[in-house]
């Protein structure tokens, strides 16, 4: 069993930053690729970004390459989104998910377990 909460989220100017955090319990967290999703109101869960179990591999949604960058501290069990250059489309609640697969997968249903999200919004 796995428990993540994320934090972080809030109100930004377009191009400005934040950093998402998710914090997870549960001692086999180093185990797990790690992935970050976004939901706009009206819209289908997106992927944006995952990362592997160690970390060394990453992958990110066209949209956000550049500018978001997602790593992992096994040690203290978290994973971040630092996102830059924010923009109003980015506007959407945040969720980050654990997958138990050892690869860097991009469908939401691969990620067994989720936490329940922070709010982003990006003012124009």
């Known amino acids: 069993q796995l428990q993540l909460v994320e934090s972080g989220g809030g109100l930004v100017q377009s191009g400005g930053s934040l950093r998402l955090s998710c914090a997870a319990s549960g001692h086999t967290f180093s185990t797990y690729a790690m992935g970050w999703f976004r939901q706009a109101p009206g819209k289908e869960r997106e992927f944006i970004a995952v990362i592997n179990w160690s970390g060394d591999v990453t992958y990110y949604v066209d949209s956000v390459k550049g500018r978001f960058t997602i790593s992992r501290d096994n040690a203290k069990n978290t994973v971040y989104l630092q996102m830059n250059s924010l923009k109003p489309e980015d506007t959407a609640d945040y969720y980050c998910?654990?997958?138990?697969?050892?690869?860097?997968?991009?469908?939401?249903?691969?990620?067994?377990?989720w936490g329940q999200g922070t709010q982003v919004t990006v003012s124009s």
């Open positions: 998910a654990a997958d138990r697969g050892m690869g860097t997968r991009r469908f939401a249903s691969a990620y067994e377990y």
